[in-house]
């Protein structure tokens, strides 16, 4: 099979890849040389004078990262000893002269993070700063309302079936049950990144009931929102993870984590409903070694949300938080990250770069894969016909069932069936990376 080209910003000027790299990639580099300057009595007050001349030094070269993205320069070896260096360098080789816009944007974007925690890192004085984390926390705050009535939400929803099983209700009705809560916390997490889901708080407080507010904005809003699943398959997904097990052995599921703040919220109300019907038996929560995309989970992140979950006023939340600190506790989630996942190869390569992060996958009943830049990853950012079946896009990368659950942020998609692209284009000219689209993809190893 003849591979379709990987989108790169020599594109066209029109294209969103082309439009990232000149807009809102500078923006990020700039807001991080500013939040560095703005940071730096702070630091200097809590790590010493050392850290002074570090975030001078941090600065230059940060400053020299962004003039020559903007000047669109030839991608430089990153010169530090950190852990993936040799993997960083052999990547950047590989490329030989290609610039930020004639290098897969895939490997352009990753590189710019890491360019920035190597900036940061090479003065010890800065080692483990985050230059993110004022942008998470804010983003976490704002979103709290919506979480609260989300978890209100899922506290009668576990209420309502621990009741059920206790009072002896058949064995239909729990997977009815199952299935139905299932639904709702796997379209939460789906569109967990959007702002659209601020007004499920904002029609909860307009009641004295909160939960039944939820119930009816999460059953009528979401079933419209359906229409905007371009490829759902949802029911097989539900299919897969109420089905019965064969050998009785654990089963294990795996999810490849994307934002921190409301996303991770629902991602770990998927995961509480999951262990609390016993569907799986223990959850793989995979983050990412180093600030990442802005808002990318760390373990620190996962940490820092069961914090401000088990500190809230609101006991749905502190509820929440209880219930992923006790399976935590008992190994029932497991919190870890790879350097893999900060690295600019798509997954297809994994087996051979990272052989033991591919043989823990293997051990799982189904990874979900959450959010843009992992389905970016999974068909390699390659500009495929959108017609390409999701099997055929992930070139082999099958190391157990692969599900995607993804709203359009990057131009590439696949999956669809013939001529829903054109029509959904001529609906939304933008429809490929404005957010208002999103797919839910399942993929069975064979």
């Given at each position: 099979m003849?591979?379709?080209?990987?989108?790169?910003?020599?594109?066209?000027?029109?294209?969103?890849?082309?439009?990232?790299?000149?807009?809102?990639?500078?923006v990020?580099?700039?807001?991080?040389i500013?939040?560095?300057?703005?940071?730096m009595?702070?630091?200097?007050?809590?790590?010493?004078?050392?850290?002074?001349s570090?975030?001078k030094?941090?600065?230059?070269?940060?400053?020299?990262?962004?003039?020559?993205l903007?000047?669109d320069?030839p991608?430089?070896?990153l010169e530090?000893s950190?852990?993936?260096?040799?993997?960083?360098?052999?990547a950047?080789?590989?490329?030989?002269?290609?610039?930020w816009?004639?290098a897969?944007?895939?490997?352009?974007?990753?590189?710019?993070?890491?360019?920035?925690?190597?900036a940061?890192?090479?003065s010890s004085?800065?080692?483990?700063?985050?230059p993110f984390q004022a942008?998470?926390?804010?983003a976490?705050?704002?979103?709290v309302?919506g979480?609260?009535s989300?978890?209100?939400?899922?506290?009668?929803?576990?209420?309502?079936y621990?009741?059920?099983?206790?009072?002896?209700?058949d064995s239909?009705?729990?997977?009815?049950?199952?299935?139905?809560?299932?639904?709702?916390?796997?379209l939460?997490?789906?569109?967990?990144?959007?702002?659209?889901?601020?007004l499920?708080?904002?029609?909860?407080?307009?009641?004295s009931?909160?939960?039944?507010?939820?119930?009816?904005?999460s059953s009528?809003q979401?079933?419209?929102?359906d229409?905007?699943?371009?490829?759902?398959?949802?029911d097989?997904?539900l299919?897969?993870?109420t089905s019965?097990?064969?050998?009785?052995a654990?089963?294990r599921?795996?999810?490849?984590?994307?934002?921190?703040?409301f996303?991770l919220?629902?991602?770990?109300?998927?995961?509480?409903?999951?262990?609390?019907?016993?569907?799986?038996?223990?959850?793989?929560?995979h983050?990412?070694?180093?600030?990442?995309?802005v808002s990318?989970?760390?373990?620190?992140?996962?940490?820092w949300?069961?914090?401000?979950?088990?500190?809230s006023?609101?006991s749905?939340?502190?509820?929440l938080?209880?219930?992923?600190?006790?399976?935590?506790?008992?190994?029932?989630?497991?919190?870890?990250?790879?350097?893999?996942?900060?690295?600019?190869?798509?997954?297809?390569?994994m087996?051979k770069?990272?052989?033991?992060?591919?043989?823990?996958?293997?051990?799982?009943h189904?990874v979900?894969?959450?959010?843009?830049l992992?389905y970016?990853?999974?068909?390699?950012?390659?500009r495929?016909?959108?017609t390409?079946?999701?099997?055929d896009?992930l070139?082999?990368?099958?190391?157990?069932?692969?599900c995607?659950?993804?709203?359009?942020?990057?131009?590439c998609a696949?999956?669809?069936?013939?001529?829903?692209a054109?029509?959904?284009?001529a609906?939304?000219?933008?429809?490929?990376?404005?957010?208002?689209?999103a797919?839910i993809q399942l993929e069975?190893?064979?």
């Amino acid at each position: 099979m003849s591979l379709p080209p990987r989108c790169t910003g020599k594109d066209g000027n029109d294209t969103f890849t082309f439009k990232t790299l000149t807009e809102r990639m500078p923006v990020i580099l700039t807001k991080v040389i500013d939040q560095l300057s703005k940071s730096m009595n702070d630091l200097v007050a809590s790590r010493g004078e050392d850290a002074r001349s570090g975030v001078k030094d941090s600065l230059s070269c940060l400053s020299k990262l962004k003039r020559d993205l903007v000047t669109d320069k030839p991608l430089q070896v990153l010169e530090d000893s950190l852990p993936d260096s040799q993997l960083w360098r052999d990547a950047v080789k590989h490329m030989a002269q290609l610039t930020w816009h004639s290098a897969p944007w895939l490997y352009s974007e990753c590189y710019m993070y890491r360019a920035i925690h190597s900036a940061i890192e090479n003065s010890s004085a800065l080692s483990g700063f985050d230059p993110f984390q004022a942008q998470k926390e804010a983003a976490f705050s704002s979103a709290v309302p919506g979480m609260e009535s989300i978890a209100a939400f899922l506290e009668k929803l576990s209420v309502e079936y621990v009741k059920a099983v206790s009072d002896g209700a058949d064995s239909a009705d729990c997977l009815s049950a199952q299935r139905d809560g299932l639904r709702y916390l796997i379209l939460f997490s789906l569109w967990g990144n959007r702002v659209d889901l601020c007004l499920l708080s904002k029609a909860a407080s307009e009641s004295s009931d909160e939960v039944s507010t939820l119930q009816a904005v999460s059953s009528e809003q979401l079933s419209e929102l359906d229409e905007l699943i371009l490829v759902n398959d949802l029911d097989h997904v539900l299919d897969h993870l109420t089905s019965s097990r064969q050998d009785g052995a654990p089963r294990r599921l795996d999810v490849v984590l994307d934002n921190s703040g409301f996303e991770l919220f629902t991602d770990l109300c998927l995961v509480h409903f999951l262990l609390l019907t016993k569907l799986v038996d223990t959850v793989h929560l995979h983050c990412k070694t180093m600030p990442w995309f802005v808002s990318d989970n760390l373990c620190k992140d996962v940490q820092w949300t069961l914090d401000q979950l088990l500190a809230s006023p609101c006991s749905s939340m502190v509820a929440l938080g209880t219930s992923i600190r006790d399976s935590i506790s008992q190994q029932r989630i497991i919190v870890t990250d790879h350097s893999f996942y900060t690295l600019p190869y798509e997954f297809c390569k994994m087996a051979k770069i990272c052989p033991g992060l591919y043989r823990e996958l293997q051990k799982s009943h189904l990874v979900i894969f959450k959010g843009d830049l992992n389905y970016r990853k999974l068909v390699a950012d390659r500009r495929w016909p959108h017609t390409t079946s999701f099997k055929d896009a992930l070139c082999g990368f099958a190391p157990s069932a692969v599900c995607t659950l993804r709203t359009l942020k990057a131009e590439c998609a696949v999956g669809l069936k013939a001529n829903q692209a054109e029509t959904v284009a001529a609906e939304d000219s933008a429809w490929l990376s404005n957010g208002k689209y999103a797919v839910i993809q399942l993929e069975k190893s064979s």
